[in-house]
């Protein structure tokens, strides 16, 4: 009988305790930073990225940050217009070389945006 009680209270233990971890941590969440945008974009125009690289950041919405929000949106319609999924699954571009035009303009004007939120955090 005091073995059942051993092995009953060390099993409430173990199951108490888990439960109370679980009930404490927290969801885990991804947040897009501008970084995650430029280091993918520049992955696309050197040919390194895979579809499915693309579309786990890109296909991801952007809540906490209007702007980025609004170059992921063009980012999926860069895609959309121009996208090579089936040339990329072979080893090819992701996109065309229209598609990589409008992509390094997106890219261009989001490094700049940040050089200039960097620029004001230093007044």
């Not at 971890?21 to 969801?27: I, Y």
């Not at 209007?66 to 063009?74: D, G």
């Not at 860069?78 to 996208?83: A, K, L, Q, R, V």
Request: aromatic share 6%; no cysteine.
């Amino acid at each position: 009988m005091t073995l059942f009680l051993l092995i009953f209270v060390v099993s409430m233990v173990v199951i108490g305790g888990t439960i109370t971890m679980m009930m404490l941590s927290r969801t885990p969440r991804y947040r897009t930073e501008p970084q995650h945008l430029l280091r993918l974009f520049d992955r696309v125009l050197s040919g390194e990225a895979s579809a499915n690289e693309w579309h786990t950041v890109v296909g991801y919405p952007v809540r906490h940050d209007e702007y980025l929000e609004s170059v992921r949106r063009s980012a999926m319609l860069i895609m959309d217009e121009h996208g090579r999924l089936s040339q990329a699954a072979a080893g090819g571009s992701l996109l065309s070389r229209a598609g990589r035009e409008e992509l390094t303009m997106l890219r261009d004007h989001l490094a700049a945006h940040m050089a200039l939120k960097a620029g004001q955090r230093e007044f």
